[in-house]
């Protein structure tokens, strides 16, 4: 069973904390860097991000209702193999590659006061998701300074194809911005820095 009405900045995420790997909660959210920040603040222990994928791929009503056998608490159900299986389509799906938050390593330096970089601090360890190549084209494009004309320009493609690669582009990394996402892309050697020069 799919999702049908759901907004596309939503998203699906399987997660566990280390101590009890055989647990995991199933939840939604439209800002999981937050979310992820929230659960290391509050569980004290390294976070294990096993699947996130847009909520049109599947719904957190649709997984509860299948693994409603598992069920432990509201959110939360026994990781068993069928899970699993599913967790690894739903990945499939979307690239996602499973990953581990270590607990203190989200925290840094940056002064709490600057929002702007407080947002890009709690967002930068959350992987992004595959991007197009297309995407990937017009990200390396605005990384270079290129302007919505100029990228449209060079790519052969409207202006407004433009526009929605690059709002791929900041919903895939979780970010409110462009700049966010490149300096995410670039964290994760998706786009190699080196490239760009």
């Known amino acids: 069973?799919?999702?049908?009405?759901?907004?596309?900045?939503?998203w699906l995420y399987v997660i566990s904390w280390k101590s009890s790997p055989e647990v995991c909660?199933?939840?939604?959210?439209?800002?999981?860097?937050?979310?992820?920040?929230?659960?290391l603040t509050a569980h004290h222990?390294?976070?294990?991000?096993?699947?996130?994928?847009?909520?049109?791929?599947?719904?957190?009503?649709?997984?509860?209702?299948r693994f409603n056998s598992q069920r432990i608490t509201l959110e939360h159900f026994n990781y068993t193999e069928d899970l699993k299986a599913m967790v690894e389509i739903l990945n499939l799906g979307s690239g996602f590659k499973p990953y581990t938050i270590e607990r203190g390593s989200h925290e840094t330096l940056v002064p709490p006061e600057l929002n702007a970089i407080q947002g890009l601090k709690d967002?930068?360890?959350?992987?992004?998701?595959?991007?197009?190549?297309?995407?990937?084209?017009?990200?390396?494009?605005?990384?270079?300074?290129?302007?919505?004309?100029?990228s449209a320009d060079a790519l052969a493609i409207s202006p407004s194809a433009v526009k929605s690669h690059r709002a791929g582009v900041t919903s895939k990394c979780f970010t409110s911005n462009l700049f966010g996402a490149l300096?995410?892309?670039?964290?994760?050697?998706?786009m190699p820095i080196d490239k760009l020069l």
């Open 123 to 150: 967002t930068i360890l959350v992987p992004p998701l595959k991007l197009s190549p297309m995407e990937l084209k017009t990200a390396e494009l605005a990384a270079l300074g290129a302007t919505v004309q100029e």
């Open 183 to 190: 300096t995410k892309l670039a964290y994760h050697q998706v």
């Open 45 to 65: 222990e390294p976070l294990m991000v096993r699947c996130l994928c847009p909520e049109l791929t599947m719904s957190e009503a649709s997984l509860h209702e």
């Open 25 to 39: 909660k199933i939840g939604r959210t439209t800002n999981f860097a937050k979310r992820s920040s929230q659960f």
């Open 1 to 10: 069973m799919y999702a049908s009405n759901i907004a596309e900045e939503s």
